[in-house]
């Protein structure tokens, strides 16, 4: 809609997809528009990302970036005003974790 504020999301470490999904359908029942960055270093997640942008509609209007980078390195195009990321990583281990994401707030909007 015109006018309408676009929210922008980053989800840090984005592995497979699961709090990108959740949030595309989050901003779907609050009737929001978003732009979504899926940020993850892992190859294979990314794949898995792009086939997600193929294969789920939900993924599929133009609203989801899938960016293949280190978050503690990438340099965002835009600021976020909402960060999303899990605190334990699929092995259920921190992942560096709480390092990571004290400096990926450097992404979100004041």
Not at 28 to 40: C, F, H
Not at 75 to 84: H, Y
Not at 87 to 102: M, V
Request: proline share 5%; charged share 25%; with cysteine.
């Amino acid at each position: 809609q015109a006018g309408e504020k676009v929210a922008t999301i980053m989800v840090v470490g984005a592995g497979r997809g699961p709090l990108v999904s959740a949030s595309l359908r989050a901003a779907k029942r609050a009737n929001q528009t978003v732009k979504v960055y899926a940020v993850e270093k892992n190859p294979s997640a990314v794949c898995t990302l792009h086939r997600h942008l193929v294969e789920d509609p939900l993924w599929a209007e133009g609203r989801v970036e899938v960016v293949h980078a280190d978050m503690r390195f990438w340099q965002a195009e835009e600021k976020a005003d909402i960060l999303v990321s899990e605190l334990l990583g699929s092995f259920g281990d921190n992942e560096l974790s709480p390092e990571c994401l004290d400096g990926a707030q450097r992404f979100l909007a004041p």
